[in-house]
């Protein structure tokens, strides 16, 4: 519904009414006058008036005139009407807005220290792409620390630590805990494997070598969140090494 529409007809209505009551006022002093003809847009401005105000209470512009009722009362109870529809046309946002069910919200602080403590400062500067990156970066060397593995690059090494085929030398892996031989360990597996790298790809790459990228605040913390569920990940795993007399490369 477009509520400017009707706040402007509604207010020229309003106005026009306003005038003609106060011809009607005027003519009711002088003993005598004649009260003033209805003005011809008056009538056409209620008839959009009354569908206006129908649209946001039906029945509110339903106004029939009593029997014995003069025009200035009845014009009294079709201007209330119209100011009511007012009333709603101009806080019909900010009511739906109101009403509208509770959302949860992401805790920025909330998210995993490896992501939100290198991305805090330069978070607070308004430096959104580098907060990113920041914790990308951050994300990355952690990575590389708990395996220890300098060798590869991000997404590499998301593609190998995660892959279902048993840990060689010097490519230990990351287990999440659970029964192994189920499908849904394997499909976890897996899913963090295509999601570490996709996540390196597709945000730490486009933060670290675009000039300058148009990320909302909303963007950027969702950025940020994707990092997080990975990073929780990674320090939720355990570390599976082969054994030190398999000579398999």
Known sequence: MDHAFAVRKLKDFLALVGGYLHEVDLASRDIGAEWP???????????VARQIANA??????????DEGENEATYWYRVRTAAAQALGMASSAEE???FLRP?????????????VWE????????EARQDAVL????TLNRRLQQKLGRHDIGETDLCMQTFDLREAQAGKP???FPGDRTTAIWRARQEGAKYFGAGAFLAIRNVAAHEEAVDWSRQDALEHLAVLSVLARWIEQCTIESAPTTDQHQ
């Open 102 to 114: 509770t959302s949860p919200t992401i805790a920025a602080d909330s998210l995993h220290p490896w």
């Open 134 to 137: 920041a914790a990308a970066r």
């Open 95 to 97: 009511i739906a807005a």
């Open 118 to 125: 290198p991305a805090a400062p330069l978070w607070a500067a």
């Open 56 to 65: 946001y209470s039906p029945g509110l512009g339903d106004i029939e005139r």
């Open 173 to 175: 892996r990351l287990r």
């Open 37 to 47: 003809d209805w003005p011809e847009e008056l009538v056409v401005q209620e008839a």
